[in-house]
């Protein structure tokens, strides 16, 4: 039963930080014309150089990684993946047909990118660190950390920053050093979101508990 609950609870995390994700993403990268990174940026790109459906590209790209996740994660990862990557699609497609929010920075697009980059990182980053990922990216970024030793959140940034200058070919110079500096931030508050915070894990509590109870049942202790 608890370790349900404690599934639950991690599921729990995971919805939240894909519906921050994909509201930020609408509302904020959308709506102030901040470009994209990752996979999605990629798929604009092949877009722009050879007509190729985004939509196509993306599941292109997700479905090696996804496969690879499979034998290398688990099942559970790619089942808590299934359940992020479904949940953030499912609010951007509300808040696309439904939102009437508008949080248009105007010409201050240096403050969209801050508030872009420390709700998208903050949502990504709740959902990496409860056991998912949103995308093939992410899990990608997971991968090539565990290889190289960098942080997940410098792994995201390298990728994006290269796919982000090579979008410069059709994208304005400015809306691409925007989003570079969006994409940063996100980086490091992914970063301080996955490593942050101490997880005592329950062996180690009931290692102590029990340890404590011998301490007390000891005839030193009952003297005292």
């Known amino acids: 039963m608890m370790r349900r609950n404690e599934q639950l609870r ?8 894909s519906v921050l994700l994909a509201f930020s993403y609408y509302h904020i ?3 102030n014309n901040l470009a994209e990174g990752g996979f999605v ?4 790109l092949g877009k722009y150089a050879f007509d190729w459906s985004p939509a196509v590209t993306v599941l292109v790209l997700d479905i090696p990684v996804f496969i690879a996740a499979w034998f290398l994660k688990g099942r559970t990862f790619i089942m808590n993946t299934a359940i992020a990557a479904g949940a953030f699609s499912l609010t951007y497609y ?9 949080l248009d920075f105007g010409p201050n697009l240096f403050w969209a990118a801050v508030v872009s980059g ?9 959902v ?11 899990i990608m970024a997971l991968f090539v950390s565990r290889v190289t030793k960098l942080s997940v959140g410098t792994v995201f940034i390298i990728f994006d920053v290269v796919v982000l200058l090579i979008s410069m070919m059709y ?3 400015m809306d691409v050093l925007y989003t570079i500096l969006a994409v940063g931030i996100a980086g490091q508050v992914i970063t301080w979101t996955v490593q942050g915070g101490i997880t005592v894990h329950r062996p180690v509590v009931e290692k102590v508990q029990s340890k404590a ?12």
């Open 213 to 224: 109870a011998a301490v007390s049942a000891s005839p030193t202790a009952i003297r005292s």
């Open 118 to 126: 420390i709700l998208t990182g903050f949502g990504a980053g709740l």
């Open 94 to 102: 509300l808040c696309e047909q439904f939102s009437t929010l508008v």
């Open 128 to 138: 990496l660190r409860f056991g998912g990922a949103t995308g093939g990216d992410d």
């Open 171 to 173: 994208l304005p110079l």
């Open 29 to 31: 990268n959308f709506q």
């Open 41 to 44: 940026g990629l798929a604009l």
């Open 10 to 17: 991690k599921i729990a995390w995971m919805l939240l930080g």
